[in-house]
């Protein structure tokens, strides 16, 4: 289980003494907690699944490449560095992503699943991906992919 990987590389961090992986292991599990409570309000006692922790694992991934964008225009290279370092900590609780190449065959799989024909169905189409591969498709990527085959067709 996922809650499980976690807390074990907070105590390997922890015995490593990886201040970066502590850090950021701390920081996962802190919104992990948030999520958990959000989840048991909502009758949810178990908290959030591993396919929502994956999700939310992206987001953070996708928050840092963000942000390592707009260090390096402003000539911040060493907190881009340290935001690298952090998905990097990330990326170790992920599945492989899926490449342009896996994507687009995932893409054509759904598609014909859903027997999509226009841009209409997109919504469709996008749901079969995140049932099917949460945690290993970047969706943004995926969405694009997605457009361009329904406009094709």
Request: proline share 1%; aromatic share 2%.
């Amino acid at each position: 289980m996922l809650r499980d990987d976690l807390r074990n590389a907070l105590k390997q961090a922890l015995k490593d003494q990886e201040k970066c992986a502590l850090a950021t292991v701390r920081l996962i599990l802190a919104a992990l907690k948030d999520r958990d409570i959000a989840a048991r309000g909502n009758g949810n006692e178990d908290g959030i699944s591993d396919e929502e922790i994956l999700s939310m694992l992206q987001t953070m991934v996708r928050q840092r490449q963000d942000s390592i964008g707009m260090f390096e225009q402003g000539g911040r290279v060493e907190l881009a560095e340290a935001e690298r370092e952090e998905i990097g900590v990330l990326e170790r609780f992920l599945p492989r992503q899926l490449d342009e190449t896996e994507i687009a065959h995932a893409v054509k799989k759904a598609i014909a699943e859903t027997s999509s024909k226009t841009l209409k169905d997109m919504g469709k189409v996008m749901t079969v991906l995140r049932e099917g591969h949460a945690g290993e498709m970047n969706f943004g990527k995926a969405s694009q992919v997605v457009k361009e085959m329904l406009s094709a067709a």
